[in-house]
C-alpha cells in the first residue's frame, strides 16, 4: 500500500537575535497599555532580540496607531512591528468607529507595505476584562505578541521571494522541512 503523503513544512522559528522591532504603544489607557509593552519586551529579550534592535515609539491613541505603524514599515528598518492599544466601551458609539478603524488601517498597513504588524490592541467592555489580558487571569496578550512579532519576521525572511500562487520552489529548500520517507 502507498505510504501516506508527509507533506514539508515552513515554520518561523522563535528567534529574535539579529532581527530588528518596533512597538508602536498608545498612551491612551497606560495604565494597561504599559503591562502589555513590558511583556512584549519581555518576550523579545527572551527570544534573543539586542537592546539596540528595540525601538518603542509613543502615540496618543490605538486610533494614531495605524499611521504611525505605516511610516516605520516605510522605513526599512524593521523586521516586524507590533502596535499595542487599548480600547474601552464607553457610552457612546466611539469606541466602536475606535476599535474598527484602529483594526482595519493596521491590516491595511500591513498589506500595503509587506510587513508584519501583529495586532495587540485589547477591545474590552469593562477595564477588569483588561486587565485579565494584561497580566491576570488571560495571562498577558503583549507576551504572545512579542513571540508572534518573532515568528512572522522569521517566517517573512523564509518566505520572501514566494508570491501567491506561485511554486513553492521559490522557497529556498533550506527553509522547508521535508522528511524522507
Ligand atoms: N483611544 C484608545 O486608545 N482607547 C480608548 O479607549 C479610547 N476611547 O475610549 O476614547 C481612545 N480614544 C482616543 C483615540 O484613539 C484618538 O487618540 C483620538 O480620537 C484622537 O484622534
Do not use: W
Not at 527570544?47 to 505603524?69: K, Q, S
Not at 490592541?121 to 476584562?129: K, R
Not at 504572545?144 to 529548500?173: F, N, Y
Amino acid at each position: 500500500m502507498a505510504e501516506k503523503l508527509q507533506p514539508g513544512s515552513i515554520n518561523g522559528e522563535l528567534t529574535a537575535s539579529g532581527l530588528r522591532f518596533g512597538i508602536v504603544v498608545s498612551r491612551f489607557n497606560s495604565f494597561i497599555t504599559d503591562r502589555l509593552l513590558a511583556a512584549a519586551v519581555d518576550a523579545l529579550d527572551r527570544a534573543g532580540a539586542a537592546n539596540e534592535d528595540v525601538d518603542v515609539i509613543r502615540v496618543p491613541g490605538a486610533f494614531e496607531l495605524p499611521l504611525a505603524a505605516k511610516k516605520l514599515a516605510a522605513a526599512g528598518r524593521y523586521d516586524a512591528l507590533v502596535a499595542i492599544g487599548c480600547i474601552l466601551r464607553g457610552e457612546t458609539a466611539h469606541y466602536d468607529y475606535v476599535c474598527s478603524e484602529t483594526a482595519r488601517g493596521l491590516q491595511l498597513a500591513q498589506m500595503d507595505t509587506g510587513l508584519p504588524i501583529i495586532f495587540c490592541v485589547l477591545t474590552c467592555d469593562t477595564l477588569e476584562q483588561a486587565i485579565d489580558r494584561a497580566g491576570l487571569k488571560g495571562g498577558n496578550k503583549g507576551f504572545e505578541a512579542g513571540l508572534a512579532a518573532v515568528e512572522m519576521a522569521q517566517l517573512s525572511r523564509k518566505l520572501r521571494g514566494a508570491t501567491p500562487g506561485t511554486s513553492a520552489s521559490k522557497i529556498p529548500s533550506s527553509s522547508r522541512k521535508t522528511r524522507r520517507k
